[in-house]
C-alpha cells in the first residue's frame, strides 16, 4: 500500500512539472526561423539553405549581422527586413517573402468568438526571430 501511494505521488508530481518542464525546453524564434527562414538562410544562418542555390541572389550570412554593423546588433533594420510591408527603395526590388502579411494571416483565428490582434501577434514572432538571430550572432 505504501508503494502505491508513493508511486501516485511521484506520479501526480511528474504530470504536474511536464508543462513546466516543456515550457523551458520551447524556443519560439528557433521554431520560427526553422519554419519561415532556414530553407533559404540555412538552420544554421549561414545562408546555404536548401533553397539558396535556386535564388538570383546570394543569401547573407545572419551569424555576422552584429560584426557587419560595427559590432552592434542591428535590431531596426532585423525587424523592417523581416517584416517587409513598409518597402525601402535603397534595399532594392523585395526578393525575400513579406513575412509580416504572412504571419498575420497565419495567426488569424479560425473563429471569431475571442479578440486577435493582428499586429501584436506579428510583432511578437518577428521579435522571436530576432532574439534567436541575436543568439546566433558569432563572437
Known amino acids: 500500500m505504501k508503494r502505491s501511494k508513493l508511486a ?13 518542464m516543456a515550457a523551458d525546453k520551447i524556443d519560439i524564434g528557433k521554431r520560427e526561423y526553422d519554419a ?11 545562408g546555404k539553405g536548401s533553397f539558396a542555390e535556386l535564388l538570383q541572389v546570394r543569401m547573407p550570412d545572419l551569424t555576422t549581422m552584429a560584426r557587419r554593423n560595427g559590432g552592434v546588433f542591428p535590431i531596426s533594420y ?4 523581416i517584416d517587409g510591408r513598409e518597402e525601402f ?3 532594392g526590388t523585395r526578393e525575400m517573402p513579406i513575412w509580416g502579411r504572412h504571419l498575420s494571416v497565419r495567426g488569424a483565428p479560425v473563429y ?3 479578440g486577435y490582434d493582428a499586429d501584436m501577434f506579428v510583432r511578437a514572432r518577428i521579435l522571436a526571430v530576432i532574439d534567436y538571430l541575436y543568439r546566433l550572432q558569432v563572437k
Open 8 to 20: 501516485a505521488l511521484l506520479l501526480g508530481a511528474l504530470v504536474l512539472a511536464a508543462p513546466a
Open 36 to 46: 519561415s527562414c532556414a530553407s533559404c538562410h540555412g538552420l544554421n544562418g549561414k
Open 112 to 114: 471569431d468568438d475571442y
Open 89 to 91: 527603395k535603397a534595399h
Open 78 to 81: 532585423a525587424y523592417n527586413v
